[in-house]
């Protein structure tokens, strides 16, 4: 096991929280995260003067002072409650402490589907007035990754093709993702993002479950730290 294989065990972990606790942190820390996600599209879109800009970044200053007072060296990785419930609340897609994610809350089917309809807002922007390509690859990766989950054949993610059929609007959207076949460690997805005129991009994707992850659930999560 190489040392970055060591560090990549360590950030799966099972802290034993509680469902209750989970949901406060939840109710305190989302919000946080959706006021970033504001702020981000109001520090790209404000047309304020420039006293109106320094008075507002001041304010920014006081609160990262606040924030900064504690903070977990990161990155934050993925933590089971005692319950079982996932944390992935650092995911780059949809992790709900995690402002850059779109953020995408993905509804589930146990025969291996993933699916979502979603908002893409400014920030989100490739060719002008449209969603950027890597947005739609990473929606789209995090679909295909859900569906392989959901349907108990998770993996990383090995391969991705896509293919991008017309220009994806910002606004909203929707992605779905399907098991098409598993083939032993290998779970073969396929899946779509979509605007109000149709299919935008369509996806095929290999998801391997990773060489150190494939003894058995006990051996692939850390104890709290
Ligand atoms: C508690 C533990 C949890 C476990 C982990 C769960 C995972 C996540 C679960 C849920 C997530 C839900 C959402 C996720 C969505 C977002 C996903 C991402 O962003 S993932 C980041 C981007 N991807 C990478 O960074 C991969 C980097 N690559 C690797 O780590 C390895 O190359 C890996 C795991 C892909 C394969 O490595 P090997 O060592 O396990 O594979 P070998 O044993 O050499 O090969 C096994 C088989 O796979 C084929 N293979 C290997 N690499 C392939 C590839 N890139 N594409 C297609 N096939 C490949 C080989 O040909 C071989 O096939 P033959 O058995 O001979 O038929």
Redo the contacts with the bound molecule.
Sequence with gaps: MTDSIAQ??ML?VRDEMSDAEIAEQADLYGPLTDSVRELIELALLTEVDGPEVRAAQEHLESAKQILRTRVNPGPYG?R?GASGQKR?WG????GLRNAIAPPLVFNFDADGRAWTDFHLGSAYEGPAGLTHGGIAALVL??????A??AGGA???????NLRYLRPTPLGALHAEARIDRV????TIVTGQLSGPDGVCVEAEG?????????GG?SA??SDPV
Excluded: C, H
């Design positions: 990549q065990q799966y993925v089971w992935a995911n780059a897609a949809a990766d995090q679909a295909l990754g859900s392989a989950e998770p993996g990383m993610t090995g391969t991705l083939e032993g460690i290998k290999i998801f391997i479950l990773p060489r150190w992850a494939r659930d692939k999560v």
